[in-house]
């Protein structure tokens, strides 16, 4: 027999301590072997003046045992402290967050019954970077990182969950028609993954008829992958669509290192009175157990808790006296899973983990770099004394022979040459400078350029290099949507 795993366990906030107990104590009745390392995170560590919610000696624990089973933590309000769920699964590179959302119709009301649909998001990258500045008086920036590798991870996690798990389609959701570039990497990359998997079907949607079809016909997907943020909307609203946030579980995996817990928040509003639904997490330790090998007892507690709600045990957050039989408190659903340990479900195809395959870990492969050049130089203005027009006269007077100014745009819209009087425009103001036709561009000159645009009195507040690579441009070209 392998060796007792030993699991980190943090029991959370709010609901989060009541949750743990109920699954652990399921857990140990369905023969789960692990010993457990107890951290404490959330609420009390940020007061005690650790603004990510956690202890050094914490890390110390997640990096030793490698897997850990969370609660849910309250972040406190205010400003100051950071998500500590970013900061463990960007730290801990846990690239991959899996959200499985499935219907239980007709035992849990939802106006989807034949939903079953995995969201795969990206989990470190996209706006998730938290790199943000304020650079003029009206105007703040949030910067977006898309990665070749990031891609390259989550897109082939995605193919090889699908091959494993029997799925039939992979779908990708991005905002390319917009963010051509970033978004256009994620699904460049996609395509080019997926042509790796013949016998899998492969879609792109736009994210924004992507979700209008997900909330309003979800049966129609089956894996979804998507940058962080669309991920981050959109798991949740597919776990609302199946009934409950309370019955949803997800993993955050690593390399190395794995995270399971539910995807709802610590719920204070029903914190100390027991009724909290412990699914979520449940579901949760189940992926734990498949993901440790232990797959006897994640199926035998999958199956006790399909079971359980098809015989009407209902937490109240899903209690409705069409379907149920009895509305229960935690502790009596727990006692009630327990109970039906060796029985399967009788209306719900029996869940088999029989074969179930280990934890994908996908990797990127490095590339030769491309051939990169610089082709001109867009710098940033912080400027409000005028015209475009004012402003091209006053550049132009400072162009440098080698840098000619060839564009202004103003939030992403041409205002210089041939802006229109309607273009509303702000402060923030970027000025495009290309060398003549043919001729090659060096940092020498962007620093000669920027010494000319202070000289004339303006306020660079950055610049932006301009690279081909291979000859391909690396900066968006027109003027914007
Ligand atoms: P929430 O998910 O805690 O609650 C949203 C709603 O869902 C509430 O009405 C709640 O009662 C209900 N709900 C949630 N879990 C339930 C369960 N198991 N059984 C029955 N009903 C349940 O979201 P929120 O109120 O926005 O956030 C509360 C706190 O949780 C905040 O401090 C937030 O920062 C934190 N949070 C933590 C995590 C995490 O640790 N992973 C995730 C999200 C939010």
């Not at 891609?151 to 992979?170: G, L, M, S």
Request: glycine letters at 8%; aromatic letters at 8%; one cysteine or more.
């Amino acid at each position: 027999m392998a060796p007792k795993p030993i699991i980190t366990v943090a029991h959370g906030n709010g609901i989060g301590p009541e949750i743990m107990k109920a699954t652990l104590r399921i857990l140990e009745a369905a023969g789960a072997r692990f010993d457990i390392e107890t951290i404490e995170i959330g609420e009390s560590v940020y007061q005690r003046g650790f603004t990510s919610g956690i202890e050094p000696s914490a890390w110390d624990s997640l990096r030793r045992t490698k897997v850990f089973l969370k609660a849910p933590i309250t972040t406190p309000q205010g400003g100051g402290f950071k998500s500590l769920n970013v900061t463990i699964r960007k730290t801990l590179g846990l690239y991959a967050n899996v959200r499985p959302s499935v219907s239980y119709h007709p035992f849990v009301a939802t106006k989807h019954p034949r939903m079953d649909v995995v969201i795969i998001r990206e989990n470190e990258e996209d706006l998730y970077a938290g790199i943000e500045h304020r650079e003029t008086d009206q105007v703040v920036q949030c910067l977006k990182l898309i990665t070749r590798p990031g891609c390259e991870k989550i897109v082939r996690y995605a193919f090889e969950y699908a091959r494993r798990n029997n799925r039939k389609k992979v779908t990708c959701f991005t905002k390319d028609n917009i963010m051509k570039l970033t978004d256009g990497l994620f699904h460049k990359v996609f395509d080019e993954i997926g042509a790796e998997y013949p016998e899998l079907q492969k879609e792109h949607w736009i994210v924004d008829i992507g979700a209008a079809r997900l909330a309003d016909t979800p049966e129609i997907f089956d894996v979804i992958v998507m940058p962080n943020l669309y991920g981050d909307i959109l798991s949740d609203v597919a776990a609302q669509l199946t009934g409950s946030v309370g019955l949803a579980g997800s993993a955050n995996i690593g390399e190395h290192i794995a995270m399971f817990e539910a995807i709802h928040g610590s719920a204070p509003d029903l914190a100390g009175k027991g009724i909290a639904n412990p699914s979520g997490l449940l579901l949760a330790a189940v992926m734990m157990l498949v993901h440790l090998g232990q797959t006897d007892a994640a199926e035998r507690i999958h199956n006790a808790f399909l079971r359980t709600l098809e015989d009407g045990i209902h937490t109240p957050d899903i209690y409705k006296p069409e379907v149920s039989s009895q509305k229960v408190d935690n502790a009596q659903f727990t006692e009630a899973i327990i109970q039906r340990l060796d029985l399967l479900p009788q209306r719900f195809q029996p869940v088999s983990y029989d074969h179930a395959p280990a934890t994908p870990i996908a990797t990127w492969k490095p590339r030769p770099p491309a051939d990169k050049q610089m082709v001109g130089v867009d710098v940033f203005l912080d400027w409000a004394k005028g015209s475009p027009d004012d402003l091209a006269c006053t550049l132009r007077s400072a162009t440098n022979q080698s840098l000619a100014l060839s564009m202004i745009t103003n939030r992403g819209v041409k205002v210089w040459p041939g802006g229109m009087p309607e273009t509303f425009c702000t402060d923030h103001w970027r000025c495009r400078f290309l060398p003549a036709e043919g001729a090659k561009t060096s940092h020498d000159d962007v620093i000669q350029l920027l010494h000319k645009v202070q000289s004339v009195g303006l306020d660079f507040i950055k610049m932006e290099n301009l690279y081909t690579f291979d000859g391909e441009p690396g900066f968006s070209l027109g003027q914007g949507q």
